[in-house]
């Protein structure tokens, strides 16, 4: 059993039937490595610039500096990696991009993004115009640490501050924190440009930046006793929006006669 026991010594026998015969044995020790279980890892010392992308090309897995397209760690096939983990600086903005425009590059044990002390740092996701995923779900856990679910795909983070993800999704949900949270959905900079925008007072969670999805958006307040003011929804939202007040004393702040609603 090859799994259970991976090191062993193996001999071989040569030998030389012909006149005079002769013959040769040696040990081999050999250990075995599961190369399916491959975590890569970035350590701060490996950034080279403040943006990371982590991508597949070629079916080889990719951390590459957006500067100059330079691998910060060797490439390898994609199907040996089990995890990704990348650790950022401290007091430095560090931003990392997952990009699924040529494939899902998140292995079966996630994309970990660990930003580091220090505020302005950043998760991304990316796709060609064309990708669209099922379903996409933001579960911002405090002030700076969640998980994003790209059709079960999950990306952690912790020490990062804010989300930009436009992904194209057929559903999305927002979850905020289980602490008592003061929050808002606003369109992006410009009303019709397909973003959204959930801030918290006193960034009790990440700002979180996203695309409406094709379908509904479940925007989940979560435990707690948490208040959500809505004056004005992306157009892209109108008919799509739908809220959840969960455990605790909850209100919800709808401007009467708000754009879009």
Known sequence: ??????????????????????????????????????????????WQSNELTVRIEGGMLRVVNVADNGDIVPPVPAETVSAIQINGRDDVIDRVTVDFGSGDPVPAGGVTFIGGAGAGDEIRLSARSIDTFGDITHTLDGPDAGTIAVDNNNVF?????????????????????????????????????????????GNSAPLDVFRAPAGALLLDLGDGSDSLQITEVEIALVGQLQLRGGAGDDTFDIAFGATGL
């Open 1 to 46: 059993d090859l799994e259970t026991t991976p090191t062993f010594d193996l001999e071989i026998t040569v030998s030389d039937t012909g006149f005079p015969s002769a013959s040769v044995t040696a040990t081999v020790h050999i250990d075995l490595v599961d190369v399916v279980e491959q975590v890569v890892v970035v350590n701060p010392i490996d």
């Open 157 to 201: 983070f912790s020490g990062v501050e804010s989300i930009n993800d436009p992904l194209n999704a057929q559903t999305r949900t927002i979850v905020l924190p289980t602490s008592d949270d003061v929050a808002s959905l606003t369109p992006g900079i410009l009303n019709g440009d397909f973003l959204s925008e959930v801030h918290t007072a």
